[in-house]
């Protein structure tokens, strides 16, 4: 069966579901179209992310189905328009990242950057810094009394040269890098153990699902909808969360504990791959 669609944001998911003959992007209405009062045509599934606009709200009411990602979306969907739940579904985002061994990432990594392998690379990055927490993130690992790790935030090249000048006055420069558009993210997610991100956003961090798939342990705010995904421990009150340094120390002085969080990461992760999300749509699609 054929499906019409419509989407607030566009990502990889939806371009792959695209790829499907059976699926196709809801006609937009034309001037001739609003000029003699056509119906307007209204997609039977839409993915909603982010804020709710007018036009998501005229999608949320027209959709025979609508598709979230986070539990949190789904339940101020459904709150606000009173629809019924069973019409919304959670699909969290795909993580989309080439796998490879983060020991050696790590080891050509350090090598390039002459960090001492032996050290924990905590790990920062967003689209907006600023609102990621990048500050914040900062404060918290300059606080570390545990010397064992070695901090990184990378970012886009206005971001970073605005940090720069920030940070210009404190000597960090033993314990912090910062890089500017760096060519290969994939490869800082791989090379990494901790991803800390005391974000003041709510929408899903990506950014965490991807983290845990490259096998790193992950820190965020409990206002992030991708703390759906991680346990209490590795959840912050606040991006100021004074508990989050006691934590950082705790896992940095405790290798097992570190060892067997950063496993069941991965093994979370592994259940949000690209192929298996869409599969997980794909199964929906054939219920409508």
Known sequence: MSHTISFKA???LIEELLKQDNISLVSKSSFMDK???????????????????????ENIKNAKKIIVNSKT?????????????????????????????????????????NI??????????????KASGVIEFINIVMQLANNNFFALVAGEKKQITNLKFQLSKFNL????????????????FLASDIFLLPTHTKSF???????MFCKSVVFTTVNNASKELIDVFSTMESPNDRSMQFKLEAILQ?????????????????????EKQLEKINSILETI
């Open 10 to 12: 566009k990502n990889r």
């Open 35 to 57: 000029l003699l009062f056509k119906k307007k045509e209204h997609a039977k599934v839409y993915f909603h992310t982010g804020t709710i606009d007018n036009i998501a709200s």
């Open 73 to 113: 979306s789904k339940e101020e969907i459904s709150q606000k328009f009173n629809i019924d739940e069973n019409s919304i579904e959670v699909i969290y985002p795909a993580v989309d990242i080439e796998y490879k061994k983060p020991k050696e990432v790590k080891l050509q990594f350090c090598e390039k950057f």
């Open 116 to 129: 001492d392998p032996k050290k924990k690379i905590i790990f920062f990055t967003g689209r907006n810094l």
């Open 173 to 188: 420069e033993d314990k912090l890098l910062l890089l500017e558009d760096y060519e290969d993210i994939d490869e800082l």
């Open 205 to 211: 961090a990506l950014n965490v699902l991807k983290a």
């Open 254 to 274: 405790n290798k097992d504990d570190m060892k067997l969080i950063k496993k069941q990461n991965r093994k979370i992760a592994k259940n949000y791959t690209l």
